[in-house]
């Protein structure tokens, strides 16, 4: 299998597993799926429910300070807080660009996991913050999943009854949505 490929996963509820049994986050069933393949992924799931980008910044330093092992590759999901608070998107943009360039000025490749605003939130909020994800990610030579929440948005029975946050089924259709990014993006074995 190769040498340990230390990954620190980033973010919020959507990393740290909200609604789900032990193992079925989307760091632990990803862990699994790269290592199927060959890939001697550890995954460290600093997930915390309920982060915003600002909050997230906030505990960078210390998270990553607080790694056995530096991390090849991080994985971002954030801003999904700040978007149903309805916090304005230069915040949110802000904060997110601080996170890549601590990670981009480290030599930590980045994988982004975009989000998309809701439609309640009407089309001024949109076009503020739709666009942070792919305009950061091409800035900072990110690998970006477009939509996080793509593979489970519009199906029922992939989304707990909060319809925010997937299902252990639901975490699986986005693992399987989001390996080969992932994969990609970790730096060539040498």
């Given at each position: 299998m190769g040498p340990e490929r230390p990954i620190l996963a980033f973010g919020d509820s959507l990393l740290a597993g909200y609604g789900l049994k032990d193992g079925e986050s989307y760091p632990a069933?990803?862990?699994?799926?790269?290592?199927a393949r060959g890939v001697n992924a550890r995954i460290a799931n600093a997930g915390?429910?309920?982060?915003?980008?600002a909050a997230g910044l906030q505990r960078l330093d210390f998270t990553l300070k607080s790694q056995p092992a530096k991390p090849q590759l991080a994985i971002i999901s954030l801003g999904g807080n700040d978007m149903l608070r309805g916090l304005p998107p230069a915040e949110t943009r802000k904060n997110l660009e601080a996170i890549l360039k601590r990670l981009t000025d480290d030599n930590i490749r980045v994988v982004l996991l975009g989000m998309l605003a809701a439609p309640n939130l009407g089309k001024d909020y949109a076009e503020k913050f739709n666009p942070?994800?792919?305009?950061?990610?091409?800035?900072?030579?990110?690998?970006?999943?477009?939509?996080?929440l793509q593979p489970v948005i519009d199906k029922p029975d992939l989304m707990q009854d909060d319809h925010t946050h997937p299902t252990a089924i639901g975490v699986d259709a986005i693992v399987t949505a989001t390996l080969d990014d992932v994969a990609d993006a970790l730096p060539k074995e040498k």
């Amino acid at each position: 299998m190769g040498p340990e490929r230390p990954i620190l996963a980033f973010g919020d509820s959507l990393l740290a597993g909200y609604g789900l049994k032990d193992g079925e986050s989307y760091p632990a069933r990803l862990e699994q799926a790269l290592r199927a393949r060959g890939v001697n992924a550890r995954i460290a799931n600093a997930g915390v429910s309920g982060d915003t980008t600002a909050a997230g910044l906030q505990r960078l330093d210390f998270t990553l300070k607080s790694q056995p092992a530096k991390p090849q590759l991080a994985i971002i999901s954030l801003g999904g807080n700040d978007m149903l608070r309805g916090l304005p998107p230069a915040e949110t943009r802000k904060n997110l660009e601080a996170i890549l360039k601590r990670l981009t000025d480290d030599n930590i490749r980045v994988v982004l996991l975009g989000m998309l605003a809701a439609p309640n939130l009407g089309k001024d909020y949109a076009e503020k913050f739709n666009p942070i994800y792919p305009q950061l990610a091409q800035k900072y030579g990110a690998t970006l999943v477009p939509f996080f929440l793509q593979p489970v948005i519009d199906k029922p029975d992939l989304m707990q009854d909060d319809h925010t946050h997937p299902t252990a089924i639901g975490v699986d259709a986005i693992v399987t949505a989001t390996l080969d990014d992932v994969a990609d993006a970790l730096p060539k074995e040498k």
